[in-house]
């Protein structure tokens, strides 16, 4: 995938968690040049074309951009549904009343995990 990049279009910026920092400021930034692997926005940042990850140069990223809030948003809450769900299973002591080993292959296949062996 090689998307399109145009100066002056606008990006929602998210920093990387530092911390305990629960909450992650997102800002609107605007792409200042484009290059063929790198695109500099207005934060004095540059992100990789590819991933939308900021370069952190030796280090790990200080954070990425998302084409839209929307698009953040919805990772966010996907990431929170599954922390959720991993949570749940966790803490669960036995398998839930009712539930069937057929019932549970179909999950494992359905989150795209390998059923164990019978």
């Avoid at 968690?17 to 790198?38: D, F, L, P, Y």
């Avoid at 900021?54 to 599954?82: F, M």
Wanted: aromatic share 8%; proline share 4%.
């Amino acid at each position: 995938m090689n998307p399109t990049f145009e100066k002056g279009q606008e990006l929602v910026y998210v920093p990387c968690r530092i911390g305990n920092q629960s909450a992650r400021e997102h800002r609107v930034v605007r792409v200042v040049k484009t290059g063929h692997k790198w695109i500099y926005i207005s934060n004095g940042q540059r992100i990789c074309r590819e991933s939308l990850r900021a370069d952190g140069g030796n280090y790990s990223s200080p954070g990425r951009c998302y084409w839209s809030l929307e698009d953040y948003q919805k990772e966010r809450d996907t990431i929170t549904a599954w922390d959720a769900l991993k949570t749940s299973v966790r803490n669960q002591q036995s398998v839930p009343a009712g539930l069937t080993s057929d019932q549970i292959q179909r999950a494992m296949k359905m989150l795209g995990f390998r059923a164990p062996m019978a």
